[in-house]
């Protein structure tokens, strides 16, 4: 679950009283991990997997009511901030009305802090610990926001655009106070942060975040790394990601993200990703990384197509950069390898080779045979797992367990029905403890599953942008103590307690 789906005050979840709650309810119910979304600050669509940047934090997920604890935000100006939710729909995530009331509150916070002999000693030290992403997010926050509008490879000026050293100096001065406020800012999700993860190593708990491979078009990460990725020398893209044409997509998919000039990333032994990574482990405990097959071979797509189809597959130096990271980050690394979809031997080589765990989707193994029958020896269905898997019922990209099942034709849920021996009305709650009597070295279920909520409350519409798309909350209340216990039982029962 992601700390957006928070229940909260301020129209989204944040790292405030409740995910201090939810984080006690799930350790006291024996869970190991709480895995989230990206923690990036996101753009258009408001997909974490489209962040404007790979190393700052969303400023949406900071709690006014710690900067009120704080003395950075008064009671009256916080309570102003939540009366304007008072009428919202607890169940969804409003976001551009969320930034209309928070951002503001935040900026306010920020001005108050700078005042604040400590703080700016603190934030000093901060600034120059990150600076290598700090600085540029910094000037590209204040710019996006002069524009109202993230495409700077088509909307800015050409001399911002092409980072015209005079230009940004000048930008620099001119916009200074709001470039302070954003890295006061980018301190304050900082400093939460870590005390969020304090909290719940306190508890026994460790959180699992999530990268995708690819950075946006328009993050401030190709703005300012244009060397990173294949580009005309002019600062056009030549290149764009996706994945090619197949049954349910006869055109492909044309994701539009830059495909990385992996040459230079040779020629730097890597630098940029070993930054990443390192950025990733400060946010989270563990790391899964989106698209991992993208390590071995990414589909390469000219930038001036309309569909995917004149895409090709072309090798990336995935054995070097994992050799890479082990040097830098030690061998065992903290990552678990999303290699869903079509995976080649060399993908599977290169997860078992660098000893990162895979992934395992219970509700992908139930498909029918032409004889009507599910296949039994289908390696997503919970009970041909081996030890080298995560495994889930779905993700952030399936729709819930109750969803799917309510979705499906008559002939395969009496097929479900038989494998996971139970009833419909029981089905989810079956299909959660399948998984977690599997031998996967690791079994998580998506908060909507243990609360079994039905398809208004899946997270994500792939291939869409929509209102509801990443917006699902969970409500005041839901997350029950009855709940807690039954997943005490569920868990003791099949023995994950000692996994």
């Known amino acids: 679950m992601h700390i957006s789906s928070l229940p909260g005050k301020y129209g989204i979840g944040d790292f405030g009283p409740q995910s201090y709650i939810f984080a006690n309810k799930i350790a006291s119910a024996g869970f190991k991990y709480w895995q989230m979304l990206p923690l990036g ?18 400023e949406l997920l900071i709690s006014p009511e710690l900067l009120v604890n704080d003395g950075f935000l008064t009671k ?7 009366e304007a939710f008072k009428d919202e729909n607890p169940s969804h995530v409003d976001f551009n009305y969320v930034k209309q009331v928070k951002m503001p509150l935040l900026e306010t916070a920020a001005k108050r802090a700078l005042k604040e002999t400590s703080f700016r000693s603190n934030l000093e030290k901060f600034c120059s610990e990150n600076s290598y992403w700090l600085e540029d997010y910094s000037l590209y926050y204040v710019l996006q926001n002069k524009y109202n509008d993230t495409r700077w490879y088509s909307i800015w000026d050409e001399s911002e655009r092409i980072r015209d050293k005079k230009t940004l100096e000048e930008r620099e001065y001119q916009y200074k106070e709001e470039i302070e406020i954003c890295k006061a800012i980018q301190f304050f999700f900082d400093l939460q942060l870590k005390a969020f993860q304090a909290y719940i190593h306190s508890l026994g708990l460790l959180s699992i ?20 990725f294949k580009t005309d020398g002019q600062g056009h893209f030549t290149d764009v990601s996706g994945v090619p044409p197949d049954n349910f997509s006869p055109d492909g998919q044309l994701w539009g993200t830059p495909v990385y000039n992996w040459d230079y990333h040779l020629k730097t032994g ?9 950025r990733a482990l400060e946010l989270n405990d563990i790391i899964r990384i989106d698209h991992f097959r993208g390590f071995d071979a990414y589909f390469d797509i000219p930038s001036n197509a309309t569909t995917a189809r004149d895409g090709v597959w072309t090798h990336a130096p995935g054995i070097e950069l994992f050799d890479s990271l082990k040097k830098e980050f030690g061998k065992d690394l903290p990552i678990i390898a999303e290699d869903l979809g079509n995976i080649t031997e060399s993908v599977i080589r290169l997860r078992k080779t660098n000893g990162l765990p895979g992934m395992k989707i219970a509700q992908f193994g139930f498909e029918l045979t032409r004889q009507g029958k ?3 020896s289908h390696s997503f269905l919970p009970k041909n797992y081996t030890r080298a898997f995560v495994a889930y019922t779905g993700t ?7 969803g799917w099942f309510d979705s499906i034709d008559s002939s395969l849920k009496e097929q479900v029905l038989s494998y996971l021996e139970t009833d419909e009305k029981n089905v989810v709650r079956a299909l959660v403890k399948s998984v ?3 031998k996967a070295d690791t079994a998580i279920v998506p908060m909507q599953d243990i609360l079994e909520l039905d398809t208004s409350s899946r997270m994500n519409y792939p291939s869409s942008c929509n209102d509801i798309n990443w917006s699902w909350r969970m409500k005041y209340g839901e997350f029950t103590d ?9 868990i003791t029962a099949t023995s994950r307690f000692l996994s």
């Open 436 to 438: 977690m009597e599997s």
């Open 374 to 376: 599910i296949r039994k």
């Open 270 to 278: 890597f630098a940029w990703w070993k930054k990443r990574i390192k």
């Open 76 to 82: 009256e100006e916080a309570a102003s901030a939540t």
């Open 209 to 228: 975040g999530d990268i995708p491979i690819f950075v946006g078009k328009d993050s401030v990460d190709a703005w300012s790394n244009l060397e990173l």
């Open 482 to 490: 009855k709940l807690v216990e039954e997943y005490k039982l569920l």
């Open 396 to 402: 952030h990209d399936n729709d819930t367990t109750r």
């Open 41 to 58: 600050p996101t753009g258009y669509g408001n997909s974490p997997y489209s962040a404007l940047s790979a190393f700052a934090g969303n």
